[in-house]
């Protein structure tokens, strides 16, 4: 539920002790493709100098990364959308994304942390 904006491919971990109103109704079967093949299926040119990837995909930031090593040196910036704690079971950890990042020669610029009121 939450609209869809909750949906993930890993199941809800931690994310219930925040958002316990935000349950998983129902299952789907989906086919998916890396960024790299989706790219090239569209002919997506970017320029580094000005192209922008933005990811917010609940938890598999890092799988949507590690299938655009080929067109990752294109994009000028990259917006990650990464929990600091174990929001689905199997998502990627903060580190990770760093790490990520930095081999491919990025450098975090901006860091926002999310609190709770």
Do not use: R
């Amino acid at each position: 539920n939450n609209n869809g904006m909750s949906s993930s491919i890993f199941p809800l971990k931690e994310h219930l002790l925040l958002w316990p109103n935000v349950l998983a109704k129902e299952e789907i079967l989906l086919s998916t493709d890396t960024l790299d093949n989706i790219l090239d299926k569209h002919s997506f040119q970017a320029s580094t100098s000005n192209t922008i990837l933005t990811l917010d995909t609940q938890g598999s930031e890092l799988l949507v990364l590690k299938g655009s090593t080929a067109s990752i040196k294109y994009f000028g910036f990259i917006i990650v959308e990464a929990a600091d704690f174990k929001a689905y079971d199997g998502s990627c950890s903060l580190e990770q994304i760093d790490n990520f990042m930095a081999y491919h020669q990025f450098k975090k610029i901006y860091q926002k942390s999310f609190k709770l009121l």
